[in-house]
DNA sequence: TATGAATGAGTGTTCATTCAT
DNA sequence: GATGAATGAACACTCATTCAT
């Protein structure tokens, strides 16, 4: 068994390789200013293929989004699920994971803000990203919605709640340099916590 | 002196136009994306022209982030001149200033987007955009200081507090699309303030 | 021997099955712009099969060539044998039949043309080509030769005579469409008639 | 003035060193087998040089068709106008022009060649080449209806006769080494004149 | 023998920069 | 100063051939 499956688990070792290479360069270098030679080259492997698993450059960026945007769905959709407790907590909770997540990916958010920054150059994935913000939103909002009944978080429109909290972490990764310390991560996510409701300078104490 | 000066005058004026195509074109296709023949088409001056006032590609890629910078600049230093009142009044009048002049200038702030992401790209231009940042938080520090001091702002890093802020704005511009209404962009300078201290959604009043 | 027959019989059909796919593929697209994959392809076989019957593209190329050619020759080499009668009738005869032959072969046709244009991209199948004409011009002069004594045929160079006819036959497959009647290649045969001698308009009745 | 003119001047032999360079390479080599790269060589100018003057190396063989054909076609088309007499003598004055023309332009009747070999590759080009036939066919129509009413030419469809005629024409050029002599071209002469009536072998008296 | 992944040379096209007019 | 033709480096993509399985 190990033998057989091998030549099927070293094609999916190479794409992997190929695809993590894609979105090494692709963020730190931008679509446009990364040679698929560089890919290859960084990859490992030789220049033709990564067209053997990848039809063509744009194909490949395609895929270092979106694959990726499946590992992360998860902890933005799953909300009742994955995080307990009180809204407040949820959303702690929730806040805490996905911060860690960003602050780890800071290479994908790269590639995210790509897509992010022209719509129309990318559009097919410009309509997955905000379908995902829009999924995501509506996940969030019955939870913002019990959380302002019980009065720990402000009034106002869930979505713009929802919104102004991606934004935060979106801008953090361009604003912010990589070296942060896990203290300023802290801090980071203390501040997300206040576009939803006051105070929460509690954080450490959790 | 009119006739003499209308020549620098058409001179100045050329070299405007090219600029303004430069941040528009720059800002919707990236640098790498925007042929410098593409510029000069919606700039109206031939091709050879732009190299008579930018020496390369290059120049004129600064000039589109430096140039505007110096206009942004008063907005971000004078704090203490411009905004008026107390620590609280003069934070949401810079805020609602400066959301203002970006929800205005989404252009300009695609560019800065564009440096921020690739800092080893263009390391004299992130200096520069990193020393504005580290200014603006100086120039801020002591308002933000005073108005903890007063119970209205959060306490902790007023550097952190500034921080968060200018993510909120740079991931605005990301996450949203062109033509949100001034109601979505006075909702997002009430989730600006909220990173300084709580409530404040008495902002409709004044 | 059916099975132990059937194995040869298998590797036989697979090498024609890419013959023949080849042989459409390149009349269609040309040697240069006919990929190998397409050839495995259209023959129902995997890419690298074809590289197991034939060494090369271009080995591939001169098999689509020579192999026809050797099924065409008799056609001919084989005037005398073929064809009987005078030599009007034998002439007569011999256009039918080739005439016949191309207008169903127009794949092939196409494959020489493509020899015939390029003398020094192709030398040896070139040679082969000229060496096929030169021989059938000399099998079919000593008829052209008993015809113009006859009276039946033009004076002049026999060699001549044959060459105008192979060129009207290559000609027409250039020229025509596909579609065309067999009223059409009716009236082809008759001016090809016409290049030996005159009148022949009562074909027809034949 | 000649100072003046030379600038423009200048341009357009380059562009017709392009195109001349082009019909020579394209004609010999086929158009997938020469690289812009061996154009520009042979034209004697840079490489990037040849897509100032031509869009793609499509619309450069597009050129190296129509061009000529337009410089072809008064040959062709003003039938009643250049070749004077009786009907016979303006088929034989019309034979005469154009087996000379293409005896020397073998080149360009290659270019045509690969066309009409592939008209789905090249729809654009064999339209225009198809719309040449038929013009042609249309306005030598009525001399041969005239010429079979004298009774010197073969009854029967004058654009099959038409037709056969282009295809030897087209023929020739395909079987023919290039060293033929002129006596060869004259005795072709005769041949093709055949294929309007009988006999015609006193033309060298002519 | 059959397969198809791996390779890298070859090529059309783009485009920043130069420079003669 | 203004122009735009000339240049050639850079790059995405193709595809014949090889070869391990």
Redesign the pocket.
Known sequence: MP?SLS?HE??KR?RTAILQAAVKLFSENGF??????AI?KEAG?????V???F????VLFHATILEPLEEIKPYFYDIEERYSGSPLEKVKGMILCQVELFSKRKEYLRLIQQVLARPDRYPDLFKELDDFVNVFIDRLAPIIIKGQEEGVFYKGSPALIAQSYLSLINGMRLTFIDEYTNLFWMDMKIQALRLFGPAHNEWEES
Chains 1, 2, 3, 4 share one sequence.
Do not use: D, H, I, L
């Open positions: 033998a030549v070293k094609k190479k446009a200013e990364t040679p698929v030679a290859a492997v030789s220049f033709g293929t067209f053997t698993y039809e063509t450059k744009e």
